[in-house]
């Protein structure tokens, strides 16, 4: 173990110096630990793969920048460049959630129960009521636009209509309800979030 | 101790490295790679 760590080092200067045929002694010696490493966190094949590979272009790049200062440490060092490439890739993943292409259907892929749970029920319920409040707080003309707009989805110009007023008028007095809707919302701190 | 491990697994796990291409790819990737640095720069050159 003592001996191949040494010549890790002597291979990495060698490297480092430009003997290219020493990083192939150092990728067949250790390919087979950091490839088995990366797929025991992974499970996919192809994943590993590309893995394996990003470790090495990280690898070739630091070594060939003169940045590597941990002589003896190879192996170690290259299994972390793994690692946090490992969880680069879970975090990736976690946001782009993708269809894996193993040949294995889960029924769960493509069937989410997307009704709200009991928490955000409530939740939801109370935000509601809140807006509901804030609304009554508005005067009456700009209330009245705000509620065919929003509750009745009305088109300005039915508002217009309905209510006798211009469009510009409707527009100018959803305008303010909005605006006042967001003073209230500021002056008494409101948060409204779901 | 051994036995408790189906064979299948031990010849996965012996079959666990990356494909020939790979290294190759590796290797070469390695050759093309040249880095020069000008006074607090660095600039990376592939030659292909």
Redesign the interface.
């Known amino acids: 173990m003592k001996q191949n760590l040494t010549l890790d080092a002597t291979l990495v200067s060698s490297y480092i110096k430009g003997d290219?045929s020493a990083?192939?002694v150092l990728?067949?010696r250790h390919?087979?630990k950091i490839?088995?490493f990366i797929?025991s966190k992974v499970y996919d094949k192809d994943v590993?793969?590309d893995i394996?590979?990003d470790t090495?272009?990280k690898v070739?790049?630091t070594l060939?920048?003169?940045k590597y200062n941990e002589e003896g440490k190879f192996l170690p060092w290259v299994m972390r460049i793994a690692h946090n490439l490992v969880i680069d890739f879970f975090r990736k993943n976690s946001r782009m959630p993708k269809f894996d292409n193993t040949g294995e259907f889960s029924i769960f892929s493509v069937l989410s129960d997307s009704s709200l749970n009991a928490e955000k029920q409530i939740i939801k319920e109370q935000v509601e009521t809140d807006v509901r409040r804030l609304v009554d707080e508005l005067p009456e003309d700009q209330k009245e636009v705000l509620l065919m707009r929003i509750y009745n989805d009305m088109s300005f110009k039915e508002i217009s209509e309905r209510t006798g007023v211009s469009i510009n008028t409707a527009l100018g007095r959803m305008r303010y309800a909005l605006i006042n809707l967001r003073k209230i919302i500021d002056k008494h701190n409101i948060v409204l979030t779901n | 101790m051994a036995k408790l491990y189906p064979n299948k697994f031990i010849k996965e796990?012996n079959d666990?490295?990356?494909?020939e291409e790979?290294?190759h790819?590796?290797?070469n990737?390695?050759?093309a790679?040249?880095?020069t640095k000008y006074k607090n720069m660095?600039f990376?050159s592939l030659l292909n």
Do not use: D, H, N, W
Request: glycine letters at 2%.
């Open positions: 290219e990083l192939e990728i067949s390919k087979q490839y088995s797929y590993a793969e394996f590979q090495f272009i070739i790049k060939k920048r003169g | 796990s666990l490295k990356p494909k790979t290294v790819f590796l290797l990737y390695s050759k790679l040249s880095v660095e990376e």
